[in-house]
């Protein structure tokens, strides 16, 4: 779902998801002591993808409050668009997202680490 989506229903709805998702795989309390967050998604998609850059916002608004107190916490992202339907080595994927590509549905996989330095990106 594109934060550029007119429609405003869809797009709460599709936080309403990401929220939902997010508190089932994350018990904890969100990571209010860290000011310095790396937000990394990987959007596996079909033949028509929307903007990797449009889906970043929304997944980050969800996560508010559950992952992290405040979206200005996250200092790094990075986002990834790769195609079902081309092939993609599984080797080194996490499990979670390896599964996701073997399933081969259009899907998103979220994660949120502690950020690096900048010269680790560099």
Known sequence: MSHQTKNR???QSWKNF???RARQAWPNTPLAQHNEL???LVYL????PVDIDNIIK??????VGVVFADDLQVTDVDSHRRFLSDPIDVTFLPKLL????????????I???LAENLEQYL
């Not at 390896?98 to 996989?109: H, K, T």
Request: aromatic share 6%; hydrophobic share 35%; net charge negative.
């Open 9 to 11: 229903e869809h797009l």
């Open 18 to 20: 990401i929220y939902g």
């Open 38 to 40: 790396r937000l990394s």
């Open 45 to 48: 998609c079909d033949d028509q």
């Open 58 to 63: 929304p997944i980050q608004d969800a996560l």
């Open 98 to 109: 390896q599964q996701a590509v073997l399933i081969g549905e259009e899907c998103v996989y």
């Open 111 to 113: 994660r949120v680490t």
